[in-house]
């Protein structure tokens, strides 16, 4: 069982948005800012397309956002492209005893 | 540009041990955190461990924690993880993940993975 809860999968048409939930604790999600999302093709290597809850590095197109209300993590998805079809899986660091948790993922499809 | 190449992963009985070895170029790795995150066939991502830059301090996920050590050659600069006591529940893709930035630990540049195989 994820440390994370994410909802399996989720689904949109071209063109329109959809958010992907994360949801963690007061002692990771709800107790940091350094909540990641990534990207995961399978069959290629994960990418990081948010950092610190809301920031996206170099290249990532705006189309990714991020925002964090709680101990609730979420990831929006505007302008839906066929190449966003992707498991998207959140990460936080935790005070626990791990020091990074993931959520269990989410199977994206654009349909 | 960062590249990161796994290596070390096969096939092994329960029980018995296997060192993987990731070997980093493009960036200063000495001055950079490196994670191992795993893939059980079928299954989500989940982090295994993490070491910080000069090795100083590491931490290991419950699953792992007494049975694997992270470690590092900054001057090879490469990053192992000792695996002993495997057990088939080990059985996964591991990638070896490097630090965003050299102070925040999100996996900014991953490999493409070795896979472990843990079978008798």
């Known amino acids: 069982q994820s440390a994370l809860t994410q909802p399996p999968s989720a689904s949109g048409s071209p063109g329109q948005s959809v958010t992907l939930s994360c949801i963690g604790i007061?002692?990771?999600?709800?107790?940091?800012?350094?909540v990641s999302w990534y990207q995961h093709h399978p069959g290629k290597a994960p990418k990081l397309i948010i950092y610190?809850?809301?920031k996206r590095p170099s290249g990532v197109p705006d189309r990714f956002s991020g925002s964090k209300s709680g101990n609730t993590a979420s990831l929006t998805v505007s302008g839906l492209q066929a190449e966003d079809e992707a498991d998207y899986y959140c990460?936080?660091?935790?005070?626990?005893?791990?020091?990074?948790?993931f959520g269990g993922g989410t199977k994206l499809t654009v349909l | 540009q960062v590249q990161l190449v796994e290596s070390g992963g096969g096939v092994v009985r329960p029980g018995r041990s296997l060192r993987l070895s990731c070997t980093a170029s493009?960036?200063?790795?000495?001055?950079?955190?490196m994670h191992w995150v795993r893939q059980a066939p079928g299954k989500g991502l989940e982090w295994v461990a993490v070491?910080?830059?000069?090795?100083?301090?590491?931490y290991y996920s419950d699953s792992v924690k007494g049975r694997f050590t992270i470690s590092r050659d900054n001057s090879k600069n490469t990053l192992y993880l000792q695996m002993n006591s495997l057990r088939a529940e080990d059985t996964a893709l591991y990638y070896c993940?490097?630090?965003?930035?050299?102070?925040?630990?999100?996996?900014?540049?991953w490999g493409q993975g070795t896979l472990v195989t843990v079978s008798s």
């Open positions: 493009g960036f200063n790795f000495n001055s950079f955190g």
């Open positions: 007061s002692s990771d999600v709800g107790g940091y800012n350094y």
């Open positions: 070491i910080w830059y000069d090795g100083s301090k590491k």
């Open positions: 990460t936080s660091n935790t005070g626990n005893n791990d020091f990074v948790v």
């Open positions: 993940a490097k630090w965003f930035q050299y102070y925040d630990n999100a996996m900014g540049n």
């Open positions: 610190d809850v809301s």
